[in-house]
């Protein structure tokens, strides 16, 4: 009598779980074949416009404008490079809005620029995080 009370409990312990785990909603699962994140923007503007096309890197922090001519110097690049937009944004990732094939990255809301820079004929799409390293964007 004993083991059909115990077996009973279990049984009843079971078919609650059941139940629970079926009655608890989570987010919808996508569609075959459908990006549920394609609809979101890489990174969100912190104020409504870019801090603007100034030709001049005067909004930009000192030491990310050096670090970003620092990195044009060391990838050859020469030549006095325009700012066409430099703009305080606050990324999704530590992808910084430009992911790598293969990489993985910190997904936590991540405060840093997006500088755009155009030397002779070529663009560059520089990412800042919270520090001064620049990560140029290769799409």
Avoid: I
């Amino acid at each position: 009598m004993r083991t059909s009370r115990s077996a009973a409990a279990v049984t009843l312990l079971w078919a609650a779980l059941m139940l629970a785990a079926c009655a608890t909603e989570g987010p919808a699962m996508p569609a075959p074949g459908e990006n549920p994140t394609s609809s979101r923007p890489p990174f969100r503007t912190a104020s409504p416009a870019p801090l603007g096309p100034t030709g001049s890197a005067a909004d930009l922090p000192p030491a990310k404008w050096d670090a970003l001519l620092a990195d044009l110097s060391a990838r050859g690049v020469t030549g006095e490079p325009d700012v066409v937009s430099a703009e305080r944004v606050q990324f999704s990732s530590g992808a910084l809005g430009c992911p790598a094939p293969g990489m993985s990255y910190t997904q936590a809301l991540v405060d840093g620029y997006r500088v755009v820079v155009r030397v002779d004929d070529r663009t560059f799409d520089y990412r800042f995080g919270t520090g001064d390293e620049p990560r140029l964007c290769e799409r």
